[in-house]
């Protein structure tokens, strides 16, 4: 039986969870040459991290993961520098076009609710790109997300299903960081849990400044004294994590697995 596609993304992250998967951000990482695509499963960024269990979740074969992934990551043309999609908001774009997530934030809260985060000119600081090539077709043009402010998370926390996809609004002002996503992850709710936590790929430090990075976990609480996360194994809840850090997040914006595993398609230059 075809589990439903947030169970099925949930099953996938909890394996990286258990294997204890290693943080590693993609910009840290060797260029690739032109034509050839990452496939990497061994560590994971924050970005990373969802677009594989989505990219796996909608597949049924090793061709349909690699083809999932490369639609996420990827702008139409061939695989390079110019085509690579930079930002996170792009990316989950990317997920929505390919029929493989679907934005739900509108559907879980009434408009009422929320709030807009904008951004004038996406990729834009002190009137430069960030990255001299991208894929990214909004680069410089204005750019919004609904999303459901901090304040209001542990009030819809119980419309929040075990495996979504949870994105974390930047709160810095768009002349500061000129994107929209800041960080995401999955929701984590396992039986018999009241509060939605949050399930992601973090480099924060575990135990103290000079601890290993917490890569593939579930947030934990955060010791101020230490500047690192408690490895303690008592998980914090998103909606405190959200309003504890008012000056990072402004809210989360919400988006599901659809899970859509047709026959694989060969990997090509669309």
């Avoid at 590693?24 to 594989?52: G, I, K, M, T």
């Avoid at 996420?72 to 085509?83: E, F, M, Q």
């Avoid at 996809?165 to 002349?175: C, F, G, H, N, T």
């Avoid at 960080?183 to 480099?203: P, Q």
Wanted: with cysteine; hydrophobic share 40%; charged share 25%.
């Amino acid at each position: 039986m075809v589990q439903p596609a947030g169970a099925r993304l949930s099953f996938i992250a909890r394996y990286f969870l258990r294997q204890r998967t290693p943080y590693e951000c993609d910009e840290d990482l060797p260029s690739l040459p032109d034509y050839v695509l990452r496939v990497r499963l061994s560590s994971f960024d924050c970005a990373s991290f969802v677009y594989s269990l989505v990219a796996l979740c909608g597949a049924g074969t090793f061709e349909d993961f690699v083809h999932n992934l490369r639609c996420i990551r990827y702008a139409p043309g061939s695989l390079g520098p110019k085509t690579f999609i930079r930002f996170t908001s792009n990316g989950v774009r990317q997920m929505s076009e390919h029929q493989l997530a679907r934005e739900v934030t509108r559907e879980i809260v009434p408009d009422s609710l929320l709030r807009i985060r904008h951004v004038p000119a996406l990729g834009m600081l002190s009137g430069r790109e960030l990255f001299r090539e991208a894929g990214d077709p909004n680069i410089g043009q204005p750019a919004s997300m609904a999303y459901i402010p901090s304040d209001k998370v542990e009030q819809i926390d119980s419309e929040l299903a075990d495996g979504d996809i949870v994105l974390l609004i930047s709160a810095k002002p768009a002349e500061e960081y000129p994107d929209l996503v800041a960080h995401c992850g999955i929701v984590h709710r396992a039986e018999g849990m009241r509060d939605a936590c949050l399930l992601h790929a973090s480099r924060a430090r575990l135990g103290s400044r000079t601890g290993p990075h917490a890569g593939v976990s579930v947030l934990t609480r955060y010791d101020e004294t230490q500047n690192a996360l408690l490895d303690d194994g008592r998980w914090r809840t998103l909606a405190s994590f959200l309003v504890d850090n008012p000056d990072r997040w402004a809210g989360i914006a919400v988006l599901r697995a659809t899970a859509k595993t047709k026959g694989s398609t060969p990997l090509r230059g669309r």
